[in-house]
């Protein structure tokens, strides 16, 4: 072993895979398991009350998970990771480890439909209240702040406006507050963009999306850098005596190694929504190509953007990878590499042709997710956010007129010709039904 | 230029061994690799206390012969406990100090009459001074990590808690008691 800090191509195909000692197994084993055989009794007690490191059940730890769990850490640069069956028990996990009823969070408005609907509607049924902050500015979420408030939460690039967090200054906010800020970094994953480099505590992610790739396997993670003083009186549950472990403290145990010690001990055992070890295998080969993927991801998504913005049958471009964007400066700041690949635009003529555009595309599959190495597009107000409110809809900045586009890594060439092709077809039906009804 | 060379005889006089400096990754496993036998001054036998859990974890998880000093105790885990390192059967290699910062340089200059190679203060505890002193008297010196992460860190544990290690390896995973 040697002092060398290895690069993040390095990580991405190493970082939580050393070969194991009896086979010497070079990819990581699938540990297709629920439950793993104790030493003896003395072993089994140990493991319980966590005086020592081991597998149990598959719901609080398996193997092949601590893989991914150790990969994803090292590639955010955080001090550990607990894997989750998809991003939004990721999140939930993080809310309800912090959070309880008659505590407060303070959210970004531009959020993913569905954690939009996690905070206003599950968690606020729980008595956990959310203020939605409809700007990046963070004196706005400043000024949101409540005594009860427990965490800051934000995305790192908005879905699908392409607002760019200011990750820094949300940072300062939630920390002279003392609380932590939890960061979705799904969009630009830790080769683009590294929220804990910037201020922040806990990073969440949808392993589903880039992270993943290919579109198979659904996962989360949560990762946290191990530096929030959680001692500092505003989470009694991090320093009080847990009876359920003999009266230990995940503090005054664990110290930096608490937070995530509790979120795998009493959350996941709580709560179970556990990665399986089939979904961990599949989506660690995806993370072994990220670094490459993610580069022609960016790329094509640049040149898209660029080309559809000075197409005259697109009414606007939302990319903060292009000048016009309100957040450009800063993308080009803190995402030198990329802005990601999933943006949006409006196609001239409103909702109906931006449906008949759609309708027409030949390559680019229409459908809700994001971050596949396939071209996906999907028009949100018929679909993904069409549980919002007009008001919510309006704040999460989606027009209902707006395509959104996660870019893949087709020939770019060949998406360029597809959309082209469907926005003449979109623009020809539209035209002739304008005639019909013209001549009627 | 002669002022930082007088400085720097002086250093050397006052500090024959040099300057203490918070040991790398790579020293760290070596002053765990290199040991045989630990010594936890300020053990407990309250198995909610960090001193347990690290006792626990090196008892079941590594190959050291572990002691326990404690003036006020006679059994932890059913091992003798010793009230001081001087009446422990044999020289330690290790001293893990779970006491209050201001008492590790007394605990020091005892690791040092016995023969110990490393002194390490457990995780969140801090003395520079203690550590300097350590390395004046010919020993190694760690502070505020914790044996028990740190050995499990090489030896695969603190992987199978989802943590990050830090080791990029490509030989098996080296294993331990």
Not at chain 1, 36 to 47: M, P, Q, R, S
Not at chain 1, 161 to 184: K, M, Q, T, Y
Not at chain 2, 38 to 57: D, E, L, M
Request: net charge negative; charged share 20%; aromatic share 6%.
């Amino acid at each position: 072993m040697s002092e060398r800090e290895f690069g993040f191509r390095t990580r991405a195909l190493h970082a939580g895979t050393v070969p194991d000692a009896v086979h010497g197994t070079r990819a990581v084993p699938i540990h297709q398991s629920t439950s793993f055989v104790f030493k003896d009794t003395d072993d089994a007690a140990n493991l319980f009350a966590l005086q020592k490191y081991g597998s149990i059940y598959s719901r609080i730890g398996n193997p092949t998970v601590n893989a991914l769990e150790e990969r994803l850490a090292s590639l955010e640069g955080g001090i550990g990771a607990v894997a989750t069956a998809s991003g939004m028990s990721a999140e939930f996990l993080v809310f309800a480890a912090l959070c309880g009823t008659g505590d407060h969070i303070v959210a970004s408005s531009k959020l993913y439909g569905g954690t939009v609907t996690q905070l206003d509607v599950t968690l606020r049924r729980f008595g956990i209240e959310t203020t939605f902050v409809d700007t990046t500015d963070p004196e706005a979420f400043r000024a949101a702040l409540q005594e009860n408030t427990k965490v800051v939460y934000t995305e790192t690039v908005a879905n699908p406006s392409s607002d760019v967090a200011d990750l820094r200054g949300l940072a300062d906010v939630a920390h002279e507050h003392g609380v932590p800020l939890v960061v979705d970094a799904t969009l630009t994953t830790p080769y683009l963009l590294r929220p804990i480099e910037h201020g922040a505590d806990i990073v969440v992610h949808s392993v589903t999306k880039f992270l993943g790739g290919h579109g198979t396997t659904l996962g989360g993670v949560v990762v946290e850098a191990g530096t929030f003083p959680w001692d500092n009186g505003k989470f009694p549950s991090m320093t009080e005596p847990v009876p359920s472990y003999g009266d230990l403290s995940w503090w005054g145990n664990f110290g930096e190694y608490g937070f995530l010690t509790k979120l795998r001990s009493e959350q996941l055992r709580d709560v179970g929504p556990s990665l399986s070890p089939q979904a961990a295998f599949q989506l660690m080969q995806g993370i072994e190509t990220l670094p490459q993927r993610m580069g022609e991801h960016v790329a094509n998504a640049q040149r898209i953007a660029e080309w559809l913005e000075s197409d005259e049958r697109i009414s606007y471009v939302n990319y903060a990878g292009l000048p016009s964007h309100p957040d450009h400066e800063r993308a080009r700041e803190v995402l030198p590499l990329g802005a990601g690949s999933v943006f949006s635009f409006g196609v001239t003529g409103g909702r109906e042709v931006g449906a008949r555009f759609i309708e027409a595309l030949q390559l680019a599959s229409h459908l809700a997710n994001v971050g596949d190495v396939r071209t996906l597009v999907l028009h949100p107000g018929s679909t993904t956010h069409q549980q919002l409110t007009e008001e919510q809809m309006a704040a999460a900045g989606i027009p209902d007129d707006l395509i959104r586009i996660s870019v893949g890594l087709e020939d770019v060439d060949d998406v360029l010709w597809d959309l082209d092709q469907a926005l003449d077809a979109a623009l020809a039906a539209t035209a002739a039904t304008e005639q019909t009804e013209e001549a009627r | 230029m002669s002022t930082t060379e007088t400085t720097a005889d002086a250093a050397h006089a006052e500090h024959p061994h040099g300057i203490w400096e918070p040991p790398s990754p790579v020293r760290r496993l070596q002053l765990l690799h290199s040991a045989r036998s630990i010594a936890i001054v300020g053990a407990s036998n309250k198995p909610q206390r960090a001193s347990h859990f690290v006792a626990t974890y090196l008892l079941s998880s590594s190959s050291y012969r572990v002691h326990f000093i404690n003036p006020r105790l006679d059994e932890i885990l059913g091992q003798p406990v010793y009230p001081s390192l001087a009446e422990l059967p044999e020289v330690p290699d290790i001293v893990d100090i779970f006491r209050r910062p201001e008492d590790v340089p007394g605990i020091v200059e005892e690791a040092a009459e016995v023969g110990a190679q490393t002194i390490w203060m457990q995780l969140g505890i801090r003395n520079p001074e203690a550590a300097q002193l350590a390395r004046d008297r010919g020993m190694e010196a760690v502070q505020d990590r914790c044996v028990k992460i740190e050995h499990a860190r090489f030896h695969g544990g603190l992987n199978l808690a989802g943590f990050n290690t830090g080791v990029i390896s490509a030989k098996r995973q080296r294993l331990d008691g």
